[in-house]
């Protein structure tokens, strides 16, 4: 009997193992520049809190590679957005995070997404992530802001979180038009988002090389999602 093909969630988690059990040495010297943008919105506190104690555990991952500076960007209540500066300091940057509580309000990728271009115009940043659930908003302006900031060279790893098929779709294409890549997670899987931030931790350290080496078809698939080397 032929073997069913593997399931997309499938894939990503054997990516996901094998980027947890690569060693990883720095590109150079320089840090990597993170953009963290997270919903905080009322439907969040669960995720919010758990992303307090994983964001301890991916900069001590991070040391392994030469560390990353992180600024942490959120949205929450009546068009409220804030950011910290880049942090190298994981334990100031999960304080901060502890005294955030999530508000309900209308989600602003849009408005988070312009922040992170302005940023990255100013000073490179070499990745930036999007964590949540919802996209209430139009979907071509946001994707505007998205392709902008590919051509900046700052692709957006986007990770839904839940079933919703309209923002995971939405998600899916903010990836695709920055030159980064789409995963899904949900709440049921303690790990999937710490090992998410991981395999980002290693692609803004060590480049499109460091994932080009692993072999099998989950860092393939993952791979399939960024533009090809110039």
């Not at 193992?17 to 010297?29: D, E, F, K, L």
């Not at 312009?114 to 302006?141: F, I, Q, Y």
């Not at 030159?179 to 899904?184: I, N």
């Amino acid at each position: 009997m032929a073997q069913l093909p593997a399931k997309p969630r499938d894939d990503v988690a054997a990516f996901l193992a094998r980027v947890n059990s690569m060693p990883v040495r720095p590109a150079s010297a320089r840090q990597g520049r993170l953009l963290f943008i997270m919903d905080a919105t009322a439907s969040r506190q669960p995720s919010w809190d758990r992303a307090c104690h994983l964001m301890a555990e991916m900069f001590a991952v991070t040391r392994e590679i030469g560390g990353l500076a992180v600024s942490l960007v959120y949205f929450r209540g009546h068009l409220e957005l804030a950011a910290t500066p880049f942090l190298s300091d994981g334990a100031e940057l999960t304080r901060r995070m502890a005294g955030v509580q999530c508000l309900g309000g209308q989600t602003q990728v849009l408005r988070a997404l312009s922040h992170a271009l302005n940023v990255t115009r100013a000073e490179r940043v070499h990745a930036c992530v999007l964590v949540g659930d919802a996209l209430e908003e139009a979907v071509d302006p946001v994707c505007h802001a998205a392709g902008q900031l590919g051509i900046h060279g700052t692709p957006v790893f986007a990770f839904h979180e839940g079933a919703e098929p309209h923002s995971a779709e939405a998600f899916r294409q903010i990836a695709k038009v920055s030159g980064g890549a789409f995963a899904p997670f949900d709440s049921a899987s303690a790990d999937a988002l710490r090992d998410l931030l991981r395999a980002v931790a290693v692609f803004a350290a060590g480049g499109r090389a460091k994932l080009a080496a692993l072999s099998g078809p989950a860092a393939k698939r993952v791979l399939a999602q960024l533009p090809a080397p110039r």
